[in-house]
T-cell receptor, first 113, second 114 residues
């Protein structure tokens, strides 16, 4: 069992759909992150949670809505997405918010049609 | 603002040879961390090695070593004795402000041939 698990691995959705990405970490970490990886662009930080509180929101459109119900789970709720939102969405966790390595899940490959 | 630059879109190396992947960074923060991650085709980002800005010695982890030159703001990854399984995308990343949030470079695709 990997430390950080993301589901689903692949998702195709229409622009009017509502879907959610799920991330679960089994490492006892206190911080969790959502990153977006688009083709030919560096990974972009989207959201940061520390002890279930959101601490950073990098100007992400409101059609992306994160939720952290507890320190082990992180969701990314999606609605009325655009085709340019197609990307690999990576979840990560770290022991603390301060300088410790982050461990990533395998990502959800999202295609918006 | 932090910035990571990886100037090599792709690198080729033969099995068992050493390879250096370049990374330069820019930050005004006195305290920061430098990371290297490997991303195989499966998509998962695998942590390889970490160097703190105040660490006196270069970090090493098995076949991976980080050539940290603070004055030049470079943090190159050296992979010794390349293996076929090393073929992947490699990302250099930086954290600062004491946070574990990462700024990534664009990555370098490494291909290891028999």
């Amino acid at each position: 069992e990997t430390g950080v698990t993301q589901t689903p691995r692949h998702l195709v959705m229409g622009m009017t759909n509502k879907k959610s990405l799920k991330c679960e970490q089994h490492l006892g970490h206190n911080a969790m992150y959502w990153y977006k990886q688009s083709a030919k662009k560096p990974l972009e930080l989207m959201f940061v949670y520390s002890l279930e509180e959101r601490v950073e929101n990098n100007s992400v459109p409101s059609r992306f809505s994160p939720e952290c119900p507890n320190s082990s789970h992180l969701f990314l709720h999606l609605h009325t997405l655009q085709p340019e939102d197609s990307a690999l969405y990576l979840c990560a966790s770290s022991q603390e918010l301060e300088n410790t390595e982050a461990f990533f899940g395998q990502g959800t490959r999202l295609t918006v049609v | 603002a932090q910035k990571i630059t990886q100037t090599q879109p792709g690198m080729f190396v033969q099995e068992k040879e050493a390879v250096t992947l370049d990374c330069t960074y820019d930050t005004s923060d006195p305290s920061y961390g430098l990371f290297w991650y490997k991303q195989p085709s499966s998509g998962e980002m695998i942590f390889l090695i970490y160097q703190g800005s105040y660490d006196q010695q270069n970090a090493t982890e098995g076949r991976y070593s980080l050539n940290f030159q603070k004055a030049r703001k470079s943090a190159n990854l050296v992979i010794s004795a390349s293996q076929l399984g090393d073929s992947a995308m490699y990302f250099c990343a930086m954290s600062s402000r004491g946070y574990s949030t990462l700024t990534f470079g664009k990555g370098t695709m490494l291909l290891v041939s028999p």
